[in-house]
């Protein structure tokens, strides 16, 4: 068990006190307050510390601007033990984060303007990691033609696909900016 800690609260009013953790290992811990610094309430409140969670890699890296891709985010750290709100921030937009694993957990890509931004994992909507891997948004497309349109149920025709931007423009970057192409 940990030595107790005490660390200083300022009175925000309505029953709420604001304070900050102290540096501890990873583990359970439990706090309470007091008004006096000598009669603290019961029963303490559960507090888990747990370990930074880390993001390596993402998959798919990228997706369109219109959001609403599942993404695998892949690291460690992503404890359930100490998650109370996770979330992935896609630059400065946060959206909800559901452990998998202690190595991966999903989000949906918000929507957001063409761009490569962090992906970054928090588990208490407040710390992130420094960096995190990019995330590619590229833009919508429309398929335009498909050539040739068969082919023998063998397989093996090769197929040229061609697609219009969120514009309707026909040209060679519609298609671009992917990392799973299918």
């Known amino acids: 068990p940990h030595a107790p800690l005490v660390v200083v609260s300022t009175h925000l009013g309505a029953g709420i006190l ?17 008004r006096n610094a000598e009669q603290f309430a019961a029963p303490p409140a ?7 969670p880390i993001v390596s890699h993402t998959s798919p890296a990228s997706g369109p601007v ?13 404890s359930r033990r ?3 709100d996770t979330v992935c921030s896609f630059g400065s937009l946060l959206v909800s984060g559901s452990i998998r694993s202690d190595g991966e957990l999903t989000c949906e890509s918000p929507a957001q303007t063409n761009a490569s931004v962090e992906v970054r994992v928090s588990l208490n909507r407040q710390q992130y990691p420094a960096v995190g891997p990019p995330f590619v948004y590229t833009s919508d ?4 033609a498909v050539s040739p349109r068969s082919g ?10 061609s697609a219009f931007d969120a514009l309707g423009v026909a040209n060679g970057s519609a298609l671009s900016g992917g990392d799973d192409y299918r």
């Not at 023998?152 to 696909?161: D, Y």
């Open 18 to 34: 604001a304070c900050s953790t102290p540096v501890r290992v990873a583990g359970e811990a439990a706090g309470t307050v007091s």
């Open 46 to 52: 559960a507090f888990t510390y747990h370990a930074p």
């Open 66 to 78: 219109s959001g609403a891709t599942v993404v695998a985010v892949y690291g460690s750290g992503f």
């Open 82 to 84: 100490g998650a109370c």
């Open 141 to 144: 497309f429309v398929l335009d």
């Open 152 to 161: 023998p149920v063998g397989g093996g025709t090769a197929l040229r696909v």
